[in-house]
């Protein structure tokens, strides 16, 4: 990869004021030059993105002259004054197809895929090998679950979502795609992609015809009629998983479609209606919410589940948590103090059940946090036991309510839709299938305290 980082500078109106000789290039071969606007579309749209966001963007970059493709990695600082751009890992081949980057043939399988999706899971190249099914249309950046139908393992664990969270590579994720002639059963491997200055950038991988696998046996007395669910009883497995599967893969399209029309990537819309669309992805978000916790609360609750004992630190999950909702505290003015690079809490515990219950913490706490308060997360040891804490400035919980907080599907009285009432259900019993406990200190008017204890590593 190259170390060279490739600059220019964008002004309010749009208009390329400065570049680097490569992007100048690029400029002008699309008819445009310095001190005109930006004639790459792509790169204008992420430009316009970052500017609407007031945020630092990352993004994969592709685009194309008469002469080559070029793929690189683009950086995108907005300020008062318009934006700066840092472009890495300046890339060109021979161009072979307008919109599909140049992926090495040796990555190729004879009858699979090869793919690459930014750090959101966006499909940005994909391109089949000469025995493979045909590539759907319309897979510019659509996500890689709604692409592909994400299949739990054995263990009903999603391994690239585990990858994502780790920043690490992955395979055996079981799929499904559509192919010509109907659904197809495929298998990805990803590699975790970097930038110059070490930033995740998404995913590079595969994606091969799986082998075929027996049908697991009816149980007794179960007649499986319909292919989608059956006339499996509810407590029976297989059901959960098959209604996992038949929801995630609808609702999963329509909050991509939602979010696209309400993001206003494809043109300027009415503000009602992208408003409504953007209604349409909250309640997508919310039921896809609802789906994931009633796969885990059947999960956790089969006799035998465990979890795994990971080598983890609380400190560094903490951070990560905080990457992730940090959006959602900012749009509420909530400030979040969290632990420092140097506060660390080595710990035993499933790094994606750990994580999965610290966003069910800092997510609960912004929720009932007032505007423009605060938030705190601290690690702390006591004898054999690491800790993590997170306290809120909300109305704090009277003792009657902490009695039942953790029950299961207790929501203490509310009637909107905030949640299931089984997120601190499932978080306490993952804690105690991970040999800690999750516990609630709180009063009227005092915030709340949820303690997440853990066996120490020294």
């Not at 793919?115 to 025995?131: F, G, I, M, N, T």
């Not at 978000?285 to 795994?308: M, S, T, W, Y």
Request: proline share 6%; hydrophobic share 40%.
């Amino acid at each position: 990869m190259s170390e060279r980082i490739i600059r220019g500078r964008i002004d309010r109106s749009g208009l390329l004021v400065s570049a680097d000789t490569p992007l100048l290039r690029l400029q002008q071969r699309a008819g445009s030059g310095l001190g005109k606007p930006l004639a790459l579309p792509h790169l204008a749209r992420l430009v316009a993105l970052a500017q609407r966001l007031h945020r630092d963007i990352s993004r994969p970059m592709y685009t194309a002259d008469d002469h080559s493709d070029i793929h690189a990695l683009v950086r995108i600082v907005p300020d008062a004054d318009g934006a700066n751009l840092e472009i890495s890992d300046w890339r060109t081949g021979p161009t072979i197809h307008p919109q599909i980057p140049v992926i090495a043939d040796s990555a190729l399988t004879p009858q699979g895929w090869t793919w690459e999706c930014d750090q959101q899971l966006r499909v940005v190249a994909l391109r089949a090998a000469s025995d493979a099914p045909a590539v759907p249309a319309g897979w510019e950046g659509r996500s890689l679950s709604e692409l592909f139908e994400l299949q739990p393992d054995e263990d009903g664990r999603f391994p690239v979502l585990r990858a994502l969270g780790r920043q690490s590579r992955f395979d055996g994720q079981r799929v499904q795609a559509d192919g010509p002639t109907g659904r197809v059963a495929m298998t990805l491997t990803g590699e975790p992609q970097f930038d110059a200055a070490g930033v995740f950038t998404g995913f590079r991988g595969s994606a091969g015809l799986a082998e075929p696998q027996a049908q697991a046996a009816p149980l007794p007395g179960a007649v499986l009629t319909d292919p989608a669910f059956g006339s499996l009883p509810l407590s029976d497995p297989q059901f959960g998983r098959r209604i996992d599967g038949a929801l995630r893969g609808p609702l999963s399209r329509i909050i991509a479609t939602a979010e696209t029309i309400s993001g206003q990537f494809d043109g300027p819309i009415r503000a009602d209606y992208a408003r409504y669309a953007g209604d349409i992805a909250h309640a997508g978000r919310h039921l896809l919410g609802l789906v994931d916790d009633l796969a885990d609360l059947q999960n956790i609750e089969r006799p035998g589940f465990k979890a795994a004992a990971d080598e983890i630190d609380l400190g560094d999950l903490a951070r990560r948590a905080v990457g992730l909702l940090g959006m959602k505290a900012e749009e509420k003015g909530i400030r979040i103090d969290a632990p420092r690079v140097d506060d660390k809490m080595p710990a035993t515990g499933e790094f994606r059940r750990v994580l999965q219950v610290l966003l069910n913490l800092l997510g609960n706490a912004i929720r009932y946090s007032p505007e423009n308060s605060q938030i705190w997360i601290r690690v702390d040891r006591a004898d054999d036991r690491a800790m993590i804490t997170v306290a809120d400035q909300g109305q704090g919980i009277d003792a009657d309510q902490q009695a039942v907080v953790f029950e299961k599907f207790e929501r203490l009285g509310r009637t909107d839709s905030g949640g299931s009432g089984l997120g601190l259900y499932i978080a306490r019993r993952l804690a105690r299938a991970m040999e800690g406990d999750l516990t609630v200190e709180s009063a009227p008017g005092q915030g709340a305290r949820f303690t997440l204890s853990l066996p120490a590593r020294d």
